[in-house]
DNA sequence: AAGATAGGGAACAGGATGTTCGGGACCAAA
DNA sequence: TTTGGTCCCGAACATCCTGTTCCCTATCTT
């Protein structure tokens, strides 16, 4: 029985971790290659396989840190800060405020250069949240519910790239009302668009 | 000077095409390789680089029709069937019922088998419409054009991805109705979400 | 019919992937 | 300190994909 894990491990697995995000930055996700990452964190080819099945998974394993973060902050967000059908979409200024801390992290991830794995990810992990959310109000039938939650994650994307990429220097409290204001109101009332009396 | 293509270099392209689209529909876009593409269509590997650059090459080619179609139908839409600010977003519906008739091939790019080369073309395609819409609209300065720009696109393909792996029995009018209340209104009236009176 | 043009296929070199195998560092027990 | 065990690490290998080169041959023109 192991309860912790060996530190050469350990090791190992930030070498390849901070590898990977220096890589990525550099030269895209996609353009990465195994062979690149092992020879930036200096580590032999087996080893790398040891620790991971593959590139994907090690992008992946950089997740589950995002995951408890953002758990930790809806938790102490939620029951005091925003009270429920006032304030909705609870996870939004976390996961801003979170981006805003590791801004090149999720610049290398989001961007043009960041994979379809990483945001696939980011999205799974999003879809948890909205769909928490999205269960405890009452819904019309218009909208299905799924298609909705798929909405509000797309646009949460949107967006997050939109303000890496564009506008970097924007407060995470003004891209979070941008974001929310888009989502509950749409553009119509702020571009004059009128949708059809049917 | 040359003005009609070869017949044997417009067989061998179609063949090319062909093949990816069933290999894309049979193990996704990442997962098909070259080699697979031209063992499928039977023709040789420097037959393939003569035509193409590579398997992004091969797949950009097929928008090319897209593009066209698009705008067709865009312009015998758009001076009739809906006058300009009480019908906007002229593209999407369009764009659905392009769709409906395509839907094996937009299925087997859109979904979660094909890859972000095809989405990303897509998006540029759309974006080109969606910004000459935008352009002619007087906007206030809550929501960046860019953003609004983005945000719309994001949505449509949200909803078409939507719509052709949930509830393909849909007609195309029934989801552009939803995509339209989608980016137009928001999803606050049909949650009973709320947005904080700032 | 015969030369010119251009598409098509075999083969090659370079590089990435994922696995195997043995050496050796770290840890616990005596 | 020694000894044995565990498991991390790296060199090397077989396999596959990629992109290019070279030559053959089908098609077109005169």
């Known amino acids: 029985m192991k309860k912790a894990i060996d530190r050469r491990a350990a090791r190992t697995r930030r070498a390849l971790h901070d590898a990977m995000i220096s890589l990525i930055l550099r030269k895209g996700y996609e353009a990465t290659t195994i062979q690149d990452i092992i020879d930036e964190a200096d580590v032999g080819r087996s080893t790398f396989y040891a620790h991971y099945t593959g590139k994907e998974d ?19 967000y ?16 976390a996961m801003f405020q979170h981006a805003d801390g ?62 890496l990429e564009r506008k970097p220097e924007l407060a995470p409290t003004a891209v979070d009302e941008m974001f929310r204001r888009l989502v509950i109101k749409g ?12």
């Open 102 to 163: 590791y801004k090149d992290v999720y610049r290398a991830l989001v961007g043009r250069r960041g994979g379809a794995v990483a945001v696939s990810e980011i999205r799974r992990v999003l879809s948890e949240f909205v769909r928490q959310e999205l269960s405890t109000v009452e819904r019309n039938g218009a909208i299905p519910r799924e298609l909705a939650l798929q909405f509000i994650v797309s646009a949460f994307l949107t967006v997050l790239t939109w303000w």
């Open 187 to 198: 553009i119509g009332s702020s571009t004059g668009l009128r949708v059809r009396s049917t």
């Open 58 to 76: 090690l992008l992946r394993g950089g997740f589950e840190r995002l995951r408890t973060d953002l758990t930790e902050a809806r938790d102490s």
């Open 78 to 93: 939620s029951p005091r800060r925003r009270a429920r059908r006032s304030e909705p979409l609870v996870f939004s200024l």
